[in-house]
Every structure is written in structure tokens, then in C-alpha cells.
């Protein structure tokens, strides 16, 4: 069974730094080429944060960019986003996605496409306060 498992998350202060991760299992001969971070706020649409793909390139949306680092380890089965510089709006809930196919899409503002990813993480919340 495959399945993508996310751990981290919690509260943070502004200006404050956090670091999730999320690991694959059950992908037995096949590759992850492209994994992603989207984030989800009350209220608003599902968001594409930042995603790394073959020879780990990686993309981020503008509203990230500088702030955020995407990385995952050399079996890309762990994915992690360093969260840096950590702004109110960062408020959200967190979800990693995963991939088999090769290649990706960003949107206009530079962070991946929900359909992109087939595979998706249960979800954790990140909430930046005063």
C-alpha cells in the first residue's frame, strides 16, 4: 500500500522557522520524480508551495520564494521544507504530494499543479502567531 506520511507541523512564532517531512512508502520499484509541498488556509483554495523534480530541480511560489527550501533525501523517499522567516499568512495546513510520472507544471505564480500528484500526506497544521 502506498502511502505518504507526514510528521512535524505545530506553532510558531513570526520570524520563526519550521521544519516538516514526509516519507514514502510502498512505491517498491518505482520512483517519486516529483514531490511537492501545497498548503491549504480557512477559507481559501488549496495552494502549490513548492515542489522538487528530476535531477532535483525545485520551484516555489512567489509568495515562499527566499523563505522556504524544498529537499528531499538521496532515495527520495523523505521530502522536507525548510521553513524560514515565517509569516502570519503561512498559516495553513500542510500537505505533501507525490508523483510517478516525469516533468512538472507550475502555476503563474511559480508553486506546483494540484493535479499534478497523485499520491497525497494525511495533512499537518502550521499556525504562525504574535
Known amino acids: 500500500q502506498t502511502q505518504l506520511v507526514q510528521s512535524g507541523g505545530g506553532s510558531v512564532q513570526v520570524g520563526g522557522s519550521l521544519r516538516l517531512s514526509c516519507v514514502a512508502s510502498?512505491?517498491?520499484?518505482?520512483?517519486?520524480?516529483?514531490m511537492a509541498w501545497f498548503r491549504q488556509a480557512p477559507g481559501k483554495e488549496r495552494e502549490g508551495v513548492a515542489l522538487?523534480?528530476?535531477?532535483?530541480?525545485?520551484r516555489y511560489a512567489g509568495s515562499v520564494k527566499g523563505r522556504f527550501t524544498i529537499s528531499r533525501d538521496s532515495a527520495e523517499t523523505t521530502l522536507y521544507p525548510q521553513m524560514n522567516n515565517l509569516k502570519f499568512e503561512d498559516t495553513a495546513m500542510y500537505y505533501c504530494?507525490?508523483?510517478?510520472?516525469?516533468?512538472?507544471?507550475?502555476?503563474?505564480?511559480?508553486?506546483?499543479?494540484?493535479?499534478?500528484?497523485?499520491?497525497w500526506g494525511q495533512g499537518t497544521q502550521v499556525t504562525v502567531s504574535s
Open positions: 522538487i523534480g528530476g535531477l532535483s530541480t525545485t
Open positions: 504530494a507525490a508523483d510517478t510520472r516525469y516533468g512538472f507544471q507550475t502555476t503563474s505564480g511559480g508553486g506546483p499543479v494540484e493535479s499534478d500528484y497523485t499520491h
Open positions: 510502498g512505491f517498491t520499484g518505482r520512483r517519486l520524480y516529483r
